[in-house]
């Protein structure tokens, strides 16, 4: 090459560098920001004593899997004592815990004209659960976690079945693997931010929870093969990680950082390795099938308009399946519904109770609902169709339930209880006699933080 041409060559290299260095300052500065922010949020929940349980604490219990694998539950009351009228079961989605609901869990207690009772449980390989073998994290064999945690823990009784994301493909596996019990006790049934298929066309899964996608297979690899090493690397990202989080867990962007804080906690207390194992399934999941089985069910479809990892119109895909089912539409909304807009996820659910005990006894009747907290954002304008039809963003479902948008949110997590010391067997169900505080991640990096201050 002559002289020219190396020059050249080295005023190009070093403007690539350059900008190469700019772009890392730039991520540098962000991730300051970003770790500043998390900062002042654990020193905020420290000194007010860390964040009050939001919901009712229940009974915690584990439910043997058929085969074999333990799965964490818990069960609620209603808060008035009073006898329940239907069980509603609670199933979360990929990646995350039971606490997925944390912000349902006060209003559905608070139930009354009738109470309802509720079961909530980790999804195997998540939360509290216990890891399962690879080869078993498919969504078939969820179905049948399902199963057996509706016979061991409602065994009797009306049912309504709420479930998010992939919480709604178990509910999928079940219809198609016991139809009967959609006819006979399935009264209703919440789909919210799923799919019946196709997961991998667009959104999140279709980039990196592809099968196809190597660095997922990698990840998978090295996960398995030198876990500690991966989980390390989590760690070290942990700031990146919560602000992929928050882009991807909500469609607002200034949403509150503990709901933030909360799904990434939920998140980071799965194992990597964990959450590859569902690559597979998630990939192949196809039940739109399945959802002719829903429509002897009052059936609810709720999703947000900004979901980054399952779009919207995997929603109307289902709502099309089963013409019957109410659709509705979120606007501005990400993948957390729940967290993102309680209030209107809140009142849809008391809806849906509502048509599937009018289904079951043929009257009509309205449930007494609790007053809103403050504590929470408001639900702001939604599309909703109700039933077959165009969905459009300009009027609101039920302006009575529509309200303007309020930028207080809800707690971080509910505080629910970690078993400890010697359970007791009842039906077949270990319950756990004692429970101890959980210290959130935040509270210890507040702590260390004012240790590092005091030795410098």
């Known amino acids: 090459m002559s002289r020219r041409g190396w020059t050249v060559a080295g005023i190009a290299g070093g403007m690539v560098g350059a900008a190469g260095a700019v772009a890392g300052a730039g991520v540098a500065t962000q991730r300051r920001k970003i770790a500043a922010a998390r900062r002042s949020l654990a020193t905020e929940m420290t000194e007010h004593g860390g964040q009050e349980s ?11 899997a058929d085969d074999g694998v333990r799965i964490a539950c818990e069960e609620v009351a209603p808060a008035d004592g009073s006898e329940p009228a239907l069980t509603v079961v609670l199933v979360h989605g990929f990646a995350l815990d039971r606490r997925t609901w944390q912000e349902q869990r006060e209003f559905l207690a608070s139930l009354s004209g009738p109470s309802v009772r509720m079961v909530l449980y980790d999804q195997r390989s998540h939360g509290r659960s216990e890891r399962a073998p690879r080869d078993s994290c498919t969504i078939d064999q969820l179905g049948h976690d399902l199963d057996a945690v509706i016979r061991a823990l409602a065994p009797e009784g009306p ?8 919480g709604g493909m178990t509910v999928m596996a079940l219809a198609e693997q016991h139809p009967e019990l959609f006819h006979e006790r399935v009264l209703g049934v919440a789909l919210m931010s799923t799919s019946a298929g196709e997961i991998a ?5 279709g980039t990196f929870l592809s099968r196809r996608n190597p660095v997922t297979r990698a990840l998978g690899t090295l996960a398995a093969w030198q876990p500690g090493l991966v989980e390390t690397g989590r760690r070290a990202l942990g700031d990146v990680i919560w602000a992929i989080t928050k882009r991807f867990a909500y469609g607002d962007r200034q949403v509150d950082p503990r709901m933030v804080d909360l799904v990434d906690t939920m998140i980071d207390s799965n194992a990597v390795g964990a959450l590859t194992d569902f690559v597979d399934t998630l990939n192949t999941h196809d039940r739109l099938a399945a959802l002719a089985g829903l429509s002897g069910s009052e059936v609810l479809v709720l999703a ?6 399952i779009p919207y119109r995997h929603s109307e895909v289902i709502s ?13 909304v990400g993948h957390m519904p729940m967290l993102e807009q309680p209030d209107r996820v809140d009142d849809e659910l008391g809806n849906l109770i509502e048509r599937s005990m009018e289904r079951g006894r043929g009257d009509r009747f309205r449930l007494t609902r609790p007053q809103r907290s403050r504590r929470r954002p408001q639900a702001g304008p939604a599309a909703d169709d109700g039933r077959p039809g165009p969905t459009t963003a ?7 339930t529509t309200e303007p948008a309020d930028p207080a949110a809800g707690d971080e997590r509910a505080a629910a209880g970690r078993t400890n010391g010697a359970g007791r067997q009842r039906g077949g169900v270990l319950r756990g006699a004692g429970r101890t505080a959980r210290v959130t991640r935040a509270a210890k990096a507040a702590r260390g933080s004012r240790a590092r201050k005091g030795r410098s």
Request: glycine share 12%.
């Open 159 to 166: 049912l309504v079945l709420a479930a998010h994301s992939m």
């Open 304 to 309: 947000g308009d900004a979901d980054r990892i």
């Open 54 to 64: 939001a919901g009712r604490i229940g009974e915690e219990s584990s439910v043997t």
């Open 201 to 205: 066309t667009g959104g999140l899964p």
């Open 394 to 400: 300009a009027e609101p479902a039920d302006p009575a």
């Open 320 to 332: 099309e399946a089963i013409p019957t089912a109410r659709l509705v539409r979120l606007p501005g």
